[in-house]
T-cell receptor, first 110, second 114 residues
């Protein structure tokens, strides 16, 4: 069974702080990694994807990938109350089957 | 911005009945997916579809499930004889020219089995 593990949280950070979300995966053959945001009762919304080791930045978001350690993380700088949501990590090996973690609940406190 | 659209938004069905959930993927996308999310649980992959055939399916996607692309725009998920445990949110997603491309999700269909 290919597992994707995330701390369920809740993770609380004050407004303006950096939120750090982590994800580990069991399949060493995983090739592509995605972060989604999901508001309660809504569908997942893509935030970022990363394929190569290292950092990838997009606005306030930075994804970090370390394939040797089998983890991927998401940093959210200058956190806003609107960032309060559940963050889902997803990985794929083949590009045909995707595995999601259970998600980390983030609350940004004004 | 192009969207994945799903209908209906909520489907209530008696146990044992057949249901068809409908999706219109983004028009130039080639890869299509169905996921389900039981309330409070994680998103679970059901099936992927490319070039008019199933690419991969999970253990959840048993003989009760089938998918079809009946025309150039729709992508459907059929559950032949629904069970109580099929109650969940079902999401359709599509991605572009490569399977490793990011997926865009529809708003989902909430399926309630009575």
């Amino acid at each position: 069974q290919k597992e994707v593990e995330q701390n369920s949280g809740p993770l609380s950070v004050p407004e303006g702080a950096i939120a750090s979300l982590n994800c580990t995966y069991s399949d060493r053959g995983s090739q592509s990694f995605f972060w989604y945001r999901q508001y309660s009762g809504k569908s997942p919304e893509l935030i970022m994807f990363i394929y190569s080791n290292g950092d990838k930045e997009d606005g306030r978001f930075t994804a970090q990938l370390n394939k040797a350690s089998q983890y991927v993380s998401l940093l959210i700088r200058d956190s806003q109350p609107s960032d309060s949501a559940t963050y889902l990590c997803a990985v794929t090996n083949t590009g045909n089957q995707f595995y999601f973690g259970t998600g980390t609940s983030l609350t940004v406190i004004p | 911005e192009p969207e994945v659209t799903q209908t209906p938004s909520h489907q209530v069905t008696q146990m044992g009945q057949e249901v068809i959930l409908r999706c219109v993927p983004i028009s130039n996308h080639l890869y299509f997916y169905w996921y389900r999310q039981i309330l409070g649980q994680k998103v679970e992959f059901l099936v992927s579809f490319y070039n008019n055939e199933i690419s991969e399916k999970s253990e959840i996607f048993d003989d009760q499930f089938s998918v079809e692309r009946p025309d150039g725009s729709n992508f459907t998920l059929k559950i032949r004889s629904t069970k109580l445990e099929d109650s969940a949110m079902y999401f359709c997603a599509s991605s572009g020219t490569g399977g490793h491309q990011p997926q865009h999700f529809g708003d989902g269909t909430r399926l309630s089995i009575l």
